[in-house]
């Protein structure tokens, strides 16, 4: 049973492009969040995904923008990079319909903003 | 305004004693509350959690103390094994389901 898979694993960027980042939910579940983790701090929660819809948004500026498929898989993406974007993306996903809402984490990918 | 704390960013424990791991919060309407687990190189793994309901809840090796009228909670690991040896992350939220707001984490590494 796949878990949660994220791609691509690392990227570089310069500062003002743009980036999508992709994540495959766990077999079974219908829910994605993204989080965002600095170095040396917890996971920082941007949005969640359920049924093709943005139901939960952190803080974080509309350059952050999101999108679930119908086969519940999610892309991320973030315009206008800023050096302070520079961080380990995080997906997760949960079932809603299993009323499990403990989550489960992909590897994460490494965005670098030079 | 950091919501969850963990104030000890590292510990470090002998193999076979205790580790204890601790969190503070300050959003009195946190309902649920979970500890998770992070290796280099992968995604936060869960471990444990605790409704707002209880007290305390235990899963072999591992119990989660909370005391809500310190808003304070802890991650006992007994005994600990080098295998223990990750970031740990306590996190809180309004409601199951809803978004994890996470502390800063605390390195526990366990010596042989």
């Known amino acids: 049973d796949a878990g949660v898979t994220q791609s691509p694993t690392h990227l570089i960027k310069t500062r003002g492009q743009q980036v999508t980042l992709r994540c495959s939910p766990k077999s079974g579940h219908d829910t994605v969040s993204w989080y965002q983790q600095a170095l040396g701090q917890g996971p920082q929660f941007i949005f969640q995904y359920y049924e093709e819809e943005e139901r939960q948004r952190g803080n974080f500026p509309d350059r952050f923008s999101g999108h679930q498929f119908p086969n519940y898989s999610s892309e991320l993406n973030v315009n206008a990079l800023l050096l302070g974007d520079s961080a380990l993306y995080l997906c997760a996903s949960s079932s809603r319909r299993m009323f499990n809402e403990k989550l489960f984490f992909g590897s994460g990918t490494q965005l670098s903003v030079l | 305004d950091q919501q969850v704390k963990q104030n000890s960013p590292s510990l470090s424990v002998q193999e076979g004693r205790i580790s204890i791991l601790n969190c503070d919060y300050t959003n009195s309407m946190f309902d649920y509350f979970l500890w998770y687990k992070k290796y280099p190189a992968e995604g936060p793994t869960f471990l444990i959690s605790?409704?707002?309901?209880?007290d305390k809840n235990e899963d072999g090796r591992f119990t989660v103390f909370l005391n809500k009228s310190a808003k304070h909670l802890s991650l006992h690991i007994v005994p600990s094994q080098p295998g223990d040896s990750a970031v740990y992350f306590c996190a809180a939220s309004l409601n199951q389901g809803g978004k994890l707001i996470f502390g800063q984490g605390t390195e526990l590494s366990v010596k042989p």
């Open positions: 605790i409704s707002s309901i209880k």
